[in-house]
């Protein structure tokens, strides 16, 4: 069987199997976890981050690497990556990253592009540890992504899966502010944003890689915005709401 065809093989026994693809390596349910993510979620719910100001909002840029753009279909997160941001300041010493295990087999083009190997996932922390990680090093901050809807439903799916939970995290896109200042610009790749704002392009397609290119386009807009007089996330919402 050629790889297409084994690729197929194994979405179609996705599913047979049913829309969980991490069943069975996830571990059994730990009642630490289960009540961590349930004051997560009570502080989630309690925060208010819309009149934070500006230069003092916390914020966690994250990334993921999948094996395609379809989680109901049997595409898998891969990677995570993340970096925290305080303002337009980006704390290069407080990093995250973690493959996530998996006995899948792994398609040519995907392993080439983000330069993970099948056994390297074997041997990778089980995807219920690498979330709950993930979640403590996140707490309750806002996450930013690039093009976040990829990054919002892949969370959606695979904290479900794994932890049972509605993931609850506000996501806000990096366009959020983009179009600030350039209100009907089409959605641009990240190579594309990071030459606009002269942000040195490194380790594409590497979770951790693009969570730092894609916080310093957070904190380049966010400095714009802060130019143009905006001091909340609540102001910017409310002018943003006028555009549509």
Same mark, same amino acid.
């Given at each position: 069987? &050629?790889?297409?065809?084994?690729?197929q093989?194994?979405?179609?026994?996705y599913? %047979?199997?049913?829309?969980n693809i991490?069943a069975? $390596?996830g &571990?059994?349910s730990? #009642?630490?976890?289960?009540?961590?993510?349930? =004051?997560?979620?009570?502080e989630? %719910?309690?925060?208010?981050?819309?009149?934070? #100001?500006l230069?003092e909002? /916390? $914020? $966690? $840029?994250f990334?993921?690497?999948t094996?395609?753009?379809? #989680?109901? /279909?049997?595409?898998?997160?891969?990677?995570?990556?993340?970096i925290?941001?305080? &303002?337009?300041?980006?704390?290069?010493?407080?990093t995250f990253?973690s493959?996530?295990q998996?006995?899948?087999p792994?398609? *040519?083009?995907?392993?080439?592009l983000?330069?993970?190997?099948?056994e390297?996932?074997r041997? !990778? @922390? #089980? !995807?219920r540890?690498?979330?709950?990680?993930?979640?403590? *090093?996140?707490?309750s901050?806002?996450?930013?992504?690039h093009?976040?809807?990829?990054? =919002?439903?892949?969370?959606? /799916?695979?904290?479900w899966?794994?932890?049972r939970t +509605?993931?609850?995290?506000r996501?806000?896109?990096?366009?959020f502010?983009? +179009?600030?200042?350039? @209100?009907? /610009?089409k959605l641009?790749?990240l190579e594309?944003?990071?030459?606009e704002c002269?942000?040195e392009? +490194?380790? +594409?397609?590497h979770?951790?890689g693009?969570a730092?290119?894609? !916080?310093?386009?957070?904190?380049?807009?966010? =400095?714009?915005?802060r130019?143009?007089?905006?001091k909340?996330l609540?102001?910017? *919402?409310? *002018?943003?709401? %006028?555009?549509k």
């Open positions: 069987m &050629g790889m297409n065809g084994m690729i093989f194994f979405r179609q026994m599913g %047979k199997l049913g829309s991490y069975g $390596v &571990g059994q730990n #009642p630490q976890h289960i009540s961590f993510m349930r =004051q997560l979620q009570k989630l %719910k309690e925060k208010n981050i819309l009149d934070s #100001p230069n909002l /916390k $914020v $966690v $840029v990334d993921i690497e094996t395609g753009f379809y #989680p109901e /279909k049997g595409d898998r997160v891969l990677s995570i990556g993340a925290k941001m305080t &303002g337009h300041q980006v704390h290069d010493s407080t990253y493959l996530i998996s006995e899948f792994l398609s *040519y083009e995907i392993s080439s983000t330069n993970i190997q099948e390297q996932l041997v !990778a @922390p #089980p !995807a540890d690498v979330l709950m990680q993930f979640f403590k *090093y996140v707490h901050d806002i996450l930013v992504a093009h976040a809807k990829h990054e =919002q439903s892949f969370m959606q /799916k695979i904290t899966d794994i932890l +509605r993931f609850e995290h996501i806000i896109d990096t366009s502010l983009i +179009r600030l200042s350039s @209100p009907f /610009k641009l790749t594309q944003v990071c030459e002269g942000i392009i +490194r380790d +594409r397609h979770a951790l693009d730092i290119m894609t !916080a310093y386009i957070w904190g380049y807009y966010l =400095q714009k915005a130019t143009m007089g905006f909340t609540r102001e910017v *919402y409310e *002018y943003i709401a %006028k555009l």
